[in-house]
């Protein structure tokens, strides 16, 4: 009878215990945002609110420049509803490389719906995205700065 009563409670703590593991198992897989700040393993929010247009794509840029400019957009996520960069080499027949003079343009829509695009620009392959964080940044601070003032920007003036 004592060793029936024993089984049986080995069996009542061993399973709590699975349930235990399996419960702190998916506590930590769903909580993997901590990690993240706030960007979902599942669904990172930085690269949705980017988006491509034009003749280079999402899928004709490296790893490291789509990391490049979804980097700026996370620490900045609550300003940026959506960004649409139009890229497309100056000359559409010639092979595109590093030295390939590109053309871009970029139109964000702000988290508060005021829209600003800039000017079509003009940078090299190579330097493509570095240019692209480099005018969406000067556009951004002169909003943000707009903002401060406590004036409610309707207009953003594009400087080159």
Do not use: C
Request: charged share 30%; aromatic share 8%.
């Amino acid at each position: 009878m004592k060793r029936r009563q024993s089984s049986r409670t080995m069996e009542w703590t061993r399973n709590i215990l699975l349930i235990l593991l399996a419960v702190i198992a998916l506590v930590i897989f769903f909580n993997l945002d901590i990690m993240r700040h706030g960007d979902s393993v599942f669904t990172n929010s930085a690269k949705k609110r980017l988006k491509f247009s034009g003749a280079l794509h999402y899928k004709d840029f490296t790893d490291k420049e789509i990391d490049r400019i979804t980097d700026y957009i996370k620490v900045r996520k609550k300003l940026f509803k959506e960004i649409k960069i139009d890229a497309a080499p100056q000359d559409s027949y010639k092979k595109v490389s590093p030295s390939t003079q590109v053309l871009f343009e970029i139109h964000v829509t702000m988290a508060d719906g005021f829209t600003f695009s800039t000017p079509v620009r003009r940078t090299q392959r190579a330097q493509l995205s570095k240019a692209i964080v480099s005018k969406l940044d000067k556009d951004v601070q002169a909003y943000l700065k707009l903002k401060k003032e406590g004036k409610n920007p309707t207009a953003l003036i594009n400087t080159m």
